[in-house]
Each structure stands twice: as C-alpha cells, then as structure tokens.
C-alpha cells in the first residue's frame, strides 16, 4: 500500500472517527510511560481517568455532529448509533476501574498492569459496535477479550481466580473458532466479509445459512444466552469483583451493538427461534439465581436473564422495518439503565470485600443497614432497579423492550417474559431483608477499616451510578432524545 492509497484511507472523516480509539491508545501508551519513569507514577491514576473522560467526550462530540458516510474503506462506521454506544464503554470502564482502585491488596504491585489491561477493552468495545465488516469485529472482539482472559485471572494467589481465567481463555477461544470458521464459509457462499455486500449476496445459500449460525453461537456466548451460557458463574464469582463488572456491563453491551448491526444477516423468519431462545435464557437466569447464596452468582444469573431480556429487542428489530427505531431505542436504554445498575451492584460487592472478609455470601450482608446504611440504600436501589421496579432507570428498560416484544406480535413472549421477571424480584428481595430485617452473623469478624481516602472513587462512582439510574427512571424523556 503507498502512501497516497494510505492518506486516501485516512481521510478527515476516518481521523474523526477513530478519534476516540487514538485517544485510548495513546492514552495506554502515556500510562506505560509513566508506570517506568518513578518520577511520573504519581500521575498513574489521572493518566487513566484522563484518557477514558477524554474518549468519552470525543464520542459524545460524535453523538453531536457524526460521520454519516463509512469510513476505513468501507469497514467502520461512526454514526450517531455508535457514538451512543462509544459513550456507554467509556462510561462501564470507566466505572469498573473507580470500584478497582485500592480492591486490590496481594496484587497492588501490578497495578500498572491491571490500568493498562482495562484501557485496552473499550477499544475492541468500539470496533465491535462500529464494525461493517465481519473481520473488523473479530479483531475488536479479540482486542477486548484477551485483556479480559488476564484481568480475570488476575489475583494470581487465589484458586478461583486462576480457575475462572482459564475457562474464560478455553471457552471464548472455542467461541472465536466458531466465528471464523462461520465467517469462512459466508465468505465462501457469498465472496466477502463486508456487510455492504453481504446485505446483496444470496443469504438463503446452505453454507452462508451454516456460517451465520456459527457467527450467532460466537456472540451468543459473549452475550451469555442459552445455551452457551455455563460458563459465565464461576467466571463472574472467580473473578476480581470491579473485572466481572466490566465484563457485565462493557462486553455485553459491545456484543449486542453488534448484533443488531448483523441482525440482517439472520431471516426474519426466525424472529420466533429468537423470542425462544430469549424465553429460555430468562428462565434459566432467574431459577438459577433462586437458588444461590453468594450475591456475587446471582448476580452473575441475573446478567443471563437479563441478556434474555434485551435479546427480545433483537427479535423485535428484526420483525420489520416498521419497528427498528423503536428497537434501537429500547436497546441503547436498557443497556444505559444496566451499565450503571449493574456497574454499581458489583461495585459495591467489591467494596464489601475489600472491608470484609472477602465474601461475598448473603450471610456476610446480613444487617448491613446498621453497619454500613449509605452503602445498604445504595445497593438496594441498584437491587430494585435490576428487578424493573418503578422510579429506576430498570423499570423503564423493561418497559421499552416488552413495549417492542409486544408490538412485534410476540404478545404471549411477552407476557411470559414479564412474569420471569416478577419472578427475579425474589432473590433481590432476599438481599433487601437480609441487609435490613436480619442481625449481623456472628461468624463474621469485625469489618476492616478503609485506608484514608481510599472511599473518595468507591464515593464516586457509587453517587455517579445512583444518580444516573433515579434520573433515567424518573426523567426518561430527556434520555430518549438524546437517542434520537
């Protein structure tokens, strides 16, 4: 490639839009700097919230005023869509990495590492979301999966953690196979990989059929739907605490930008194969986390029931013309009301283990109100906002997707989705009586008290959380345009 062919590619618009995937990686590199020169390591922690608060901006100017044509020859797009979801990365890593800050005590040392790994995933996030070719996206899924594989494993003197990064390395190198050997034979059926041609090509062909199916099982277990969703409890519970909440927030979010983006690629015809599938995941979820007593793997079915949930908008998105705006909208808010519940609810599990003993067992929250009551409240309203109940940014998620569901023709799907979800209340009113109306175990020693200052970024992004999910359940309006 010559240099004029290479200024053709980058032309005003590409430099716009990769603007934010500079900033982040220039932003990795400056950390690496600072982490071997003594004198600058004091600026480790503004490196980071610099970098991420500086991609979040470039995205929202992108949200403003965006690249309406698709750039890198064809293979990214950096739309309003796009941006939306831009914004929302920057603000799941941006919050895991608050909730990391003084967790860590063994592994303080690496540090660096850890900072350096986080501020890599939202870029394979981005080009997951903005990727118009099925070669743009795997080099964005492997950009965000191979950090996540070593942060899950992070904490290298525990077995569990150790545990939980192998069978995510095993697992989502079975899942990256399948999505390059899917994207082998739709190339093969179809002669390219870009979704500009494939919205074109002869999508009924036996082995483009065949090869989109094993895309879908590829994304399907980063979403954790049914059934390629076994791996994500011992995962989520094994891992360190503020990593499960990027990998509940950030990666699902990044995997069903995707999917909608692809949802071409399936017949509508299928829409119903969808809406079951979606059922099934729900299902799984919900009894699965009824019978759990470590809050941290309930959360973890809690995710798996809540990706049912949104999978029910890639159905509807797929039934019509008609729908799609609607879709897109319910999708980017559901996901909004969840990176900041789910961020928050996993947030505060880790604070709870890093003042504690470490567990994170319904035992252990047993009269947290008297304990801790700011802490309490605060992860009963994320608690509340992850079962839909009214006043959270959670209600009205939901409302939306089963708004969608319903209009689709799915009406029965969607009265059984509704009542999974009543369903879920049980096991977060669990948490909710155990932290208020049950006394402190007497197995539990006394808390450990926090290091000076160590609460400030806990503080922050726990109000930042809180807020953001009151005011997407009580002002959804000024949200919604923002969508729009």
Known sequence: MNPQSISTLFDDNAMRAMGPLFALTLGALVLLLVGVIPVLHAARHLVVAATLIAAMLLQI???NDPVTEVVIAGTYAADRTSALWGVLFCVATLL???FSLHYYSEDRPFQLEHDFLMLITPIGMMLMAGAQDLMVFFVGLEVLSIPLYALAAFRRNRARSIEAGLKYFLLGAFAAAFFLYGAALVYAASG????AELRLADRTAPMFVAGVALIMASVFFKIS????HLWVPDVYEGSPTPVTALMATGTKAAAFAFLLNAAFLVPASQAGMIVAVALITMAIGNLGALMQNDVKRMLAYS???HAGTILLVIAGYMSGELLRDAALDAALFYMGAYVFTAAGAFGLLAVLERSGDGSTTLESLKGLSTRRPALAAAMTLFLLSLGG???TGGFLGKWFVFSVSYRSGFVVATVIAALLSVVGMAYYLRVVVAMYMQPQSKLLGE???PHPGSNVPMALATAVCAVF???????PGYFLDQLR
């Not at 739907?225 to 390629?228: A, I, N, T």
């Not at 999910?469 to 002002?475: D, E, F, R, S, T």
Request: proline share 10%.
């Open 61 to 63: 100017g992108l949200v």
């Open 96 to 98: 895991s990495w608050l």
């Open 192 to 195: 390219s990989v870009s979704f």
């Open 225 to 228: 739907v049914f059934p390629f």
């Open 303 to 305: 995710g798996i029931a």
């Open 389 to 391: 109940i009214p006043a």
């Open 447 to 449: 808390p450990v008290e």
């Open 469 to 475: 999910v009151l005011a997407m359940g009580m002002l």
